[in-house]
Each structure stands twice: as structure tokens, then as C-alpha cells.
């Protein structure tokens, strides 16, 4: 186990109460699970590269998260011109190559206040923003992250058993 079940932070939380705040347990549960999976390592081990020919790290996930939430929440929610960290049309695998570990971990925690800020101000969960000139509404988008963070974290556990073999919890 990578924590005692009385030291996991997920544990015992705040108690969700009305939609939004369930919404943003869940994703701060998420959230938690990838650092703790992240945990101990050294920048060696979170650019550890799953298999060839993935690019899939850890480190790799810690940026590809960021670029999630700002892609939805900046440029979609509010509508702000924020480019693209690390990908492009020359690097479309661009949030798994390279990287120092400290910026990453500094962007991904920056978008993810962006992201809190955002849903904490918004004055519902019906707010809309523009997917691409598809209306998307708030919950939608949170849902969606949500479930981004989630099936990266199964990602995750892989990553870390093949670093250390420490399995997920």
C-alpha cells in the first residue's frame, strides 16, 4: 500500500453536500491519487518510459494533465487565448518528452487553481462555454476531467509497479 489508510488524504475529506462540491471531491481525490502515485521518485523514475514505443510516463502524465485542464478550463470555460504548453503539430506527444520535474509539477498545480478558481466563481453548473462552437456545460466539463484523471491513474499504477513495484490502492 503506498499509505496507511489513516495518512491517505483522500480519506475522510470534506463531505460533499450539493453538486459542485461533490464534483470538486471527486476531483481533488483525483487529483491526490496522482501525486501520491507520483510520490518518492526521483526525475529519473517519473521520465521512466512505460514500453516501446510509448512516450507514457509519469512525468509525462503530470504534463498531459495540465494541458487537460487548461485546454478545457482556459480556453474553453473562459474563452482565454492560452497556447498549448507542450504539444503541437511538430510534437504531438509533446507532454510526454522532456520536461523538468519541478516546472512540471508548478504548471500542472497552476491550471489546476486556474481550474478551482473557475468552477469555485462560476455562478452554476450550467455555465457554457465553446467546445470547438459545440456548447459544453460546466458539469460536463468537470465530469469529463474527472474522468480524464481516473483512467490516467490506472496508467499510473502500471508506470509505478514497473518503477518500484508498488502496487495501487
Request: with cysteine.
Amino acid at each position: 500500500m503506498f499509505l496507511a489508510l489513516e495518512d491517505d488524504p483522500r480519506e475522510n475529506g470534506p463531505s460533499p453536500g450539493n453538486e459542485r462540491e461533490t464534483l470538486k471531491e471527486f476531483l481533488r481525490c483525483q487529483r491526490l491519487t496522482l501525486e501520491i502515485k507520483c510520490s518518492g521518485l526521483d526525475a529519473e523514475q517519473l521520465a521512466r518510459r512505460a514500453v516501446e514505443p510509448s512516450t507514457m510516463s509519469l512525468l509525462g502524465l503530470i504534463r498531459h494533465l495540465a494541458e487537460v485542464e487548461r485546454s478545457w478550463f482556459r480556453r474553453t470555460m473562459a474563452g482565454l487565448d492560452a497556447p498549448r504548453l507542450y504539444r503541437g503539430l511538430e510534437r504531438p506527444d509533446g507532454d510526454f518528452d522532456g520536461a523538468v520535474v519541478e516546472e512540471a509539477w508548478a504548471t500542472w498545480r497552476a491550471e489546476a487553481a486556474f481550474t478551482d478558481r473557475f468552477i469555485a466563481e462560476a455562478p452554476g453548473l450550467d455555465v457554457v462555454g465553446a467546445d470547438k462552437d459545440d456548447p459544453v456545460s460546466l458539469r460536463e466539463v468537470v465530469v469529463h476531467l474527472i474522468e480524464e484523471y481516473a483512467r490516467h491513474m490506472g496508467h499510473a499504477d502500471f508506470l509505478r509497479e514497473l518503477i518500484d513495484g508498488r502496487l495501487g490502492q
